[in-house]
C-alpha cells in the first residue's frame, strides 16, 4: 500500500513537473509611485499538489477496494447457498436409492421364503 502511494505521489508529481510553464511577458515598468498589491492567495506548490493528488488516488483506491471486497462476499455467500442446495438435493437422491434398494431387498427376501 504504501509502494502505491509512492507511485501515485510521483506520478502526480511528475505531471506537475513537466507541465508548460509559462514565460514572463515583457511589460512596461510599473512606475514608483503605485502602491504594493496585496498579497495574494498563496498558489499551492507542487509538493501540495501532488499531495492532492495522491490523497485522491487514495481515495479512490479505498472505495475500489471496499467494493472488491462486497463483491467478493456476495459471490461468496451465493457460492455456499448453491453448494448447500446441490448438497441437500445429493442427500435426498442418496435416500430414495437407499429406500429402494431397501424395498429391493425386502421383496427379494419374501419371494425367496416362498419358494420350497
Same mark, same amino acid.
Do not use: F, R
Given at each position: 500500500?504504501?509502494?502505491?502511494?509512492?507511485?501515485?505521489?510521483?506520478?502526480?508529481?511528475?505531471?506537475?513537473?513537466?507541465?508548460?510553464?509559462?514565460?514572463?511577458?515583457?511589460?512596461?515598468?510599473?512606475?514608483?509611485?503605485?502602491?504594493?498589491?496585496?498579497?495574494?492567495? @498563496? /498558489?499551492?506548490?507542487?509538493?501540495? &499538489? #501532488? $499531495? !492532492?493528488? =495522491?490523497?485522491? *488516488?487514495?481515495?479512490?483506491?479505498?472505495?475500489?477496494a471496499a467494493k472488491t471486497a462486497d463483491a467478493a462476499k456476495d459471490a461468496t455467500g451465493k457460492a455456499v447457498e448453491a453448494t448447500k442446495d446441490a448438497a441437500a438435493k445429493s442427500v435426498d437422491a442418496a435416500k430414495? @436409492? /437407499?429406500?429402494?434398494?431397501?424395498? &429391493? #431387498? $425386502? !421383496?427379494? =427376501?419374501?419371494? *425367496?421364503?416362498?419358494?420350497?
Amino acid at each position: 500500500m504504501k509502494k502505491t502511494l509512492l507511485v501515485a505521489a510521483l506520478a502526480a508529481l511528475s505531471l506537475v513537473a513537466c507541465g508548460k510553464k509559462e514565460e514572463p511577458k515583457a511589460s512596461a515598468p510599473a512606475p514608483a509611485a503605485a502602491p504594493a498589491p496585496a498579497p495574494a492567495a @498563496a /498558489a499551492p506548490t507542487p509538493m501540495d &499538489a #501532488a $499531495k !492532492d493528488s =495522491a490523497a485522491k *488516488a487514495m481515495d479512490a483506491t479505498k472505495d475500489m477496494a471496499a467494493k472488491t471486497a462486497d463483491a467478493a462476499k456476495d459471490a461468496t455467500g451465493k457460492a455456499v447457498e448453491a453448494t448447500k442446495d446441490a448438497a441437500a438435493k445429493s442427500v435426498d437422491a442418496a435416500k430414495d @436409492a /437407499a429406500g429402494k434398494a431397501v424395498e &429391493a #431387498a $425386502k !421383496d427379494a =427376501a419374501k419371494d *425367496a421364503t416362498k419358494k420350497p
